[in-house]
């Protein structure tokens, strides 16, 4: 073959792959290594900032002299900083690392121009930073989940769509055949999550849409980067490991197709239930209410088709590190998916509208569900993108149980708290503040959870301290790691799990 | 890789067998197969469930959408019920917080003005008696020298009409009133319908006034 022809048949991105099933995941994986540990190594170390700024705010809520001589630190910019560590940096690298692993896992293409995705990779890192440096400095905008100032949304939106064409072009030459049910999500979510992003920076921040319709935007926008990007990365993960890890095919292939269009359809409509009460035509937060009670049924059903995937192998699952953290996440998913319907409710929202009750939700959605899922994912994936085993189980137990735990205390202070601060708002009797020291205020009744937050915040910290030292030593650790025989679990599985 | 005893160089294009694998990648080997779907059937129940969410849903969006329309807010309204016109606050209380917000800063808070630049409000002939003076002077405005209770100036009122702050009837009516029934003005009230015909009697008028057209149309 004349060496032109060659290189012609070498880019032909529909070229028979002739390898059997395994080969072709390994030469996925060695293609995906190195854009893919970039994503996580960047995931990891925004997840450590968003952190720090998270304890900062905290503490301050309870404490307002903490760190109160300190400008770029005051109570605004560091809640500010910590949603967009989380958001831009932890929550998208780490789907930018996994989502699109699983996605070229699935479509087994002949991965092309990886190198794009690094270059795409670094420019939305380094938007993040200017953005963070922007909010610290006191540049943020005053509109939620967007507060980057506005002049890096173009570089933001500009890497998001050479990774996001990358994703797209891969499954555009997938190998031929049934496509899966995680390809559904992550294929809807490329889609989705530039679409609410450019809207929402267009309609707010470059040619305001007039008044209230600047808020309505607003809450669509924030309500689906959770709804519409990171629950269908999240749950194209789970699709993809938990079956995967044990070996069982999923539940039900009709419940997997009511699920995903039942949440393509009902979710797009449901932020408008943050704007209850607010100066919005009616039948908008009705058809905002309505549309959030439906989505009890693509819960329950993802709900069912996992259960009933996963039933039976408790033991599996809690000696499995993915496992442990994919069950976790799925389960929390249920519950903050119920929590959520029935909150949208007008006599419900009546009490917990601007309290910690909606904090509270907020983390059980992203952190219980979304971050715990992608926790999994990369205790999955790194070992098949390395060829080296994760370097200490005991780390791993720590992670989860301080995560698991941290989680689980933050979700109830917020919640019960919350309950009660919505409950003395509603109520004249009870004041906001009083000179009196013996009166009983709104204030004085949640400063106690909010000090449980704290703490809760505490327990995450360690626990991420330990998946990152885990991390670190794997990527760099000494040879004798490199070559550390069979997986690690946390416990006695009799060769089942991995 | 580092790992690889077998060195393949690149643009080697001899296929991997399953047997490379198992010194390649021993955790390739422990993997399961790539996950599948079974085709269990929906559950029954469920379908009764979502029926009835739906149904529900239905229900909901029927009695809380206000008739779909942009300016109906209150989720209990009914296509049948009479909409409770939203009430006007009596003239002198709009009246008064319209003047604190536009008139104060120039003619004082006790409506004395400052001598030698902005008129006085109190006790002066020109806001108590006809009507039509204040109020074609907030319409239009007035330029020009005037003279009020024996001293002279020379500024500009704007106005607050059309070519001015846009204000309507109600608020020319309220604030006016406000103005003719303080400080010991004791002169009646102004109502809307009495600002609507003046201002159609001067839509013609282009421009602000001057003090000797006011006077000449309605002499102190």
Same mark, same amino acid.
């Given at each position: ?85 989380? !958001? ?214 993802? !709900? ?195 | ?220």
């Amino acid at each position: 073959m004349s060496p032109l022809l060659s290189f012609f048949s070498n880019i032909d991105p529909q070229r028979e792959t002739q390898v059997s099933p395994k080969v072709a995941l390994s030469e996925v994986d060695q293609q995906m290594r190195v854009p893919a540990i970039m994503f996580t190594t960047f995931a990891i170390c925004w997840l450590l900032v968003g952190t720090f700024f998270a304890i900062v705010a905290s503490f301050k809520m309870h404490s307002p002299n903490f760190l109160a001589d300190w400008e770029f630190l005051t109570f605004g910019r560091a809640r500010s900083a910590h949603l967009n560590a989380m !958001a831009y940096g932890w929550s998208n690298n780490a789907i930018f690392g996994v989502g699109l692993w699983v996605m070229a896992r699935l479509c087994k293409a002949q991965i092309r121009f990886s190198g794009l995705l690094i270059i795409a990779g670094i420019f939305w890192n380094v938007a993040v930073v200017i953005g963070i440096f922007g909010i610290l400095t006191g540049g943020l905008t005053s509109i939620e989940w967007l507060e980057m100032p506005k002049q890096v949304a173009p570089l933001l939106a500009f890497s998001y769509i050479l990774i996001g064409m990358w994703g797209i072009l891969m499954f555009r030459y997938r190998e031929r055949g049934h496509v899966y049910v995680s390809q559904w999500y992550i294929l809807g979510a490329l889609f989705w999550f530039p679409w609410l992003y450019v809207v929402a920076q267009t309609m707010i921040l470059f040619e305001p849409a007039r008044g209230t319709i600047q808020a309505l935007t607003n809450w669509w926008f924030a309500h689906n980067v959770l709804g519409l990007w990171m629950t269908p990365m999240g749950l194209a993960t789970i699709y993809y490991l938990m079956p995967k890890v044990l070996g069982r095919p999923i539940y039900s292939y009709y419940l997997s197709l009511l699920g995903f269009w039942s949440l393509a359809l009902f979710y797009n409509w449901a932020g408008v239930h943050h704007l209850i009460g607010g100066p919005i035509p009616a039948w908008l937060i009705s058809c905002g209410i309505v549309a959030s009670v439906m989505m009890v049924i693509p819960v329950v059903v993802t !709900a069912i088709n996992h259960h009933m995937t996963a039933v039976g192998n408790a033991r599996a699952v809690w000696c499995s590190p993915t496992l442990r953290f994919i069950v976790f996440g799925a389960m929390s998913y249920t519950l903050a998916s119920f929590f959520g319907s029935w909150m949208a409710l007008r006599d419900v929202s009546l009490v917990t509208h601007f309290t910690q009750f909606t904090v509270g939700h907020a983390h059980h959605g992203v952190y219980a569900f979304f971050a715990m899922t992608m926790f999994g994912g990369i205790y999955f994936m790194m070992p098949r993108l390395l060829a080296r085993e994760w370097p200490s189980a005991t780390l791993i137990k720590v992670h989860f149980w301080f995560s698991g735990l941290g989680i689980g205390m933050m979700i109830v202070g917020l919640q019960l708290g919350g309950w009660i601060q919505g409950l003395n708002l509603n109520n004249p009797d009870i004041p906001f503040v009083s000179s009196d020291p013996e009166t009983m205020t709104v204030i004085k009744a949640l400063v106690p959870w909010l000090f449980s937050r704290s703490v809760a915040g505490m327990l995450l910290t360690i626990g991420h301290f330990a998946f990152f030292v885990n991390f670190a030593w794997m990527l760099i650790g000494p040879r004798a790691v490199r070559y550390k025989e069979g997986p690690t679990l946390l416990g006695n599985t009799e060769g089942k799990g991995a | 890789m580092s790992d690889t005893p077998k060195e393949r160089l690149p643009g080697d294009s001899a296929p991997y067998e399953d047997d490379d694998i198992h010194i390649v990648h021993s955790q390739l080997l422990r993997e399961k197969d790539e996950p599948s779907e079974g085709f269990s059937p929906v559950p029954m129940l469920l379908l009764f469930l979502f029926g009835g969410l739906v149904f529900w849903g239905g229900v909901y969006i029927a009695n809380y959408s206000g008739d779909f329309r942009w300016d109906i807010y209150n989720p209990e309204w009914k296509p049948g019920m009479t909409e409770k016109v939203a009430e006007k606050p009596p003239l002198m209380v709009t009246g008064e917080r319209l003047f604190k917000n536009n008139c104060q800063a120039c003619h004082q808070a006790n409506g004395a003005g400052v001598p030698g630049a902005f008129p006085p409000l109190a006790g002066s002939a020109w806001v108590v008696g006809d009507e039509a003076r204040i109020v074609k002077i907030l319409l239009r405005g007035l330029t020009g020298p005037i003279e009020v209770e024996g001293n002279s100036y020379n500024g500009n009122m704007p106005s607050y009409g059309e070519n001015g702050a846009g204000w309507n009837d109600y608020q020319i009516a309220s604030v006016s009133t406000f103005v003719r029934a303080s400080w010991d003005n004791g002169a009646p009230e102004i109502t809307e319908e009495a600002v609507a015909a003046i201002r159609g009697e001067t839509a013609d008028k282009s421009g602000a006034w001057s003090g000797e057209e006011i006077l000449g149309a309605h002499p102190l």
